[in-house]
């Protein structure tokens, strides 16, 4: 008994060490957003990453798709402090895109809108934040084919993309805006927003994974019969390598479609994907990916400390649902995260939270940089993890 009562109180210590540990991260975090935000006020613009010339990138006001995860940033800090400040400043920052909603012309509405306007009206059920997130999805809704079963990613008449010869170009980051969709038929009782979703993720269950669990960027479609004509990558080192934000997309993206659903394939396919990322021999030991798990020159490759974000924090929601457990790979991650390798200390960084991040290194683009939606499900972390 005394055994008992003596074990009891360990773990319930580990526990609150724990949860003080997350707090003091959350704090860390605040100070140095605040300044950031400070930055972005007196600038009136939405920060993005740093050049590499280490000058701040805004995003570009026409339309840019990580505009949604700085307000979104400070909706995290103010579920987290209660403190009005944050609301105010996601407040203000979001309402420079809203006009976006009205966007037919690219995929992205539900990164851009679920992260900013869907985290706002969760934690105020504003009416107006969720018209905004009815017409988002609506918008969103006219890209997708029932011929292919999918969301166009891509417009192909214009840019690098033109070059490409793709017809119907499905991402696998894609499955990263299905949340707007789900969550506006739960809001509004229109199963048709839900039915896209669905539709979308099992044509991408079915065309996007390989033997191994592990995620082609791009697949190309014929729009016109749905048979695959390419399955390619335009951010990862090879069409057969696996890009390591896009296994971070695809398993946060399948945690989500289980969430809404609970359908099991969705869960099976979480789970698969989480054993490849987790059990993946090439990854460093403080679980932070290369930028690409078949990246050429490892260990001499950039990490990419964007993709350890999404995949801890998609795993802290998956260790909810599956009878696996993540939470050595979770304690390793946010380990890392946290440590001042990849953590800036107050008043560096530009003022961003976490370093070392990648863009696009095909397109020589955000290599080794901070990125802001790196900052979001980082922040997205600690909250889960405080609740």
Known sequence: MKLLKLTSLFLFSILITSCSKKESEIDKSAQQFALLVNDAEI????????????????????????EGFFPGSCWYLFEATKDQKWQKAAEKFQ????????????HDLGFVFNCSYGNGYRLTKNESFKQVMITSAESLSTRFNPNVGCIKSWDVTGGWQA????????????????????????????DKYKN??????????????????????????DPETGEVRN????????????????????????????RYTKDEK???????????????????????????YSAPNIPNEPRDVSAAAVTVSALIELDGFSKNTYKPAIDKIMTSLASEKYTAKLGENKHFL???SVGSIPHGAEIDVPLNYADYYYLEALVRLKK
């Open 354 to 356: 976490l370093k070392h």
């Open 163 to 190: 070059t490409r010869g793709w017809k119907y170009p499905v991402i696998i980051d894609n499955m990263m805006n299905l949340e707007l969709l789900f969550e506006v038929s739960k809001l509004t009782g229109n």
């Open 231 to 258: 399955k390619h990558t335009a951010q990862g080192f090879a069409h057969t390598s696996a890009w390591a934000r896009g296994q971070a997309w695809g398993l946060y993206g399948y945690t989500v479609c289980y």
């Open 43 to 66: 600038a009136n613009k939405i920060p993005r990453t740093l050049t590499a010339e280490g000058e701040m990138h805004w995003t570009n006001p026409k339309f840019d798709w990580t």
């Open 196 to 221: 896209i979703a669905i539709t979308h993720a099992n044509t991408t269950l079915k065309n996007h994974f390989r033997e191994d669990n592990s995620s082609v960027h791009v697949v190309d479609y």
């Open 95 to 106: 309402a420079q895109f809203e006009s976006h909603k009205l966007r037919t012309n690219n």
């Open 266 to 292: 969705y869960l099976k396919q979480a789970e698969k994907i989480a054993k490849f990322i987790t059990e993946y021999k090439g990854t460093p030991e403080d679980g932070i990916p290369y930028w690409d």
